[in-house]
């Protein structure tokens, strides 16, 4: 069972352009997004992240949006840069009885072509 | 961010050794600390998480006499893939968390376990 849902593989942006990369997820209990970088070969890199309390959390060229009733999160990157080609996974946090845990969405593939 | 370490960042194996994996927070205290794995092309999957002083709560359908988790210290956490096989190849990434209320986790740069 898929709790955390990126149904877009992957994406194509033009440099300068905005990337939108989206998620969806089923379970109501999470109460905390976040937004992870990896490069091949390498640990995820920690983004940005969002409270469920909150719709909109901005870092510099990074934008997190939650729209709760839609159980939707998407995060906007602009302008884009070749740099951030990427795979791009976005995570829900929640209690269970076994204490804290991220549940993962598959990954979107970014390519930002110049 | 926090920093995270991963040792070694690749290991090839003969079928039937064990290998060892050591994952470390370089700059803060990390109670908890988390393993995964990935497949290629696929979500990073859970397979356990640590408490400092504590023995690790496995995900269900991780063998936890195949994968054993010592967390000995606030900064260091070891993953031993015992009586390692070729399906076991992955790639293995630990992450660490700080107490309290952060939930925020910080990875490692991951180890790529090949066995032949």
């Known amino acids: 069972d898929q709790q955390v849902k990126q149904n877009s593989p992957s994406l194509s942006v033009q440099e300068g352009r905005i990337s939108i990369l989206n998620c969806d997820y089923t379970n109501s209990m999470f109460d905390y997004f976040l937004w992870y970088k990896k490069y091949p070969a390498e640990g995820p890199t920690f983004l940005i992240s969002i409270s469920s309390i909150k719709d909109k959390n901005e870092d510099g060229r990074f934008t997190v949006f939650l729209n709760k009733s839609a159980k939707h999160l998407s995060l906007h990157i602009v302008p884009s840069q070749p740099g951030d080609s990427a795979v791009y996974f976005c995570?829900?946090?929640?209690?269970?009885?076994?204490?804290?845990?991220?549940?993962f969405g598959t990954g979107t593939q970014l390519k930002v072509e110049l | 961010g926090a920093v995270v370490s991963q040792h070694p960042s690749w290991v090839i194996c003969k079928s039937g050794t064990s290998v060892k994996i050591e994952c470390r927070s370089l700059?803060?205290?990390?109670?908890?600390m988390f393993w995964y794995r990935q497949f290629p092309k696929q979500s990073l999957m859970l397979m356990a998480t640590s408490n400092e002083g504590s023995k690790a709560t496995y995900e269900q359908g991780v063998e936890k006499d195949k994968f054993l988790i010592n967390h000995a210290s606030l900064t260091l956490s070891t993953l031993t893939v015992t009586s390692a096989h070729p399906e076991d190849s992955s790639f293995y990434i630990c992450?660490?968390?700080?107490?309290?209320?952060?939930?925020?986790?910080?990875f490692g740069p991951g180890t790529r376990l090949l066995v032949l």
């Open positions: 700059d803060f205290q990390a109670t908890t």
């Open positions: 995570a829900a946090h929640h209690f269970t009885g076994g204490g804290n845990k991220l549940t």
């Open positions: 992450s660490a968390r700080t107490s309290g209320k952060m939930v925020t986790q910080y």
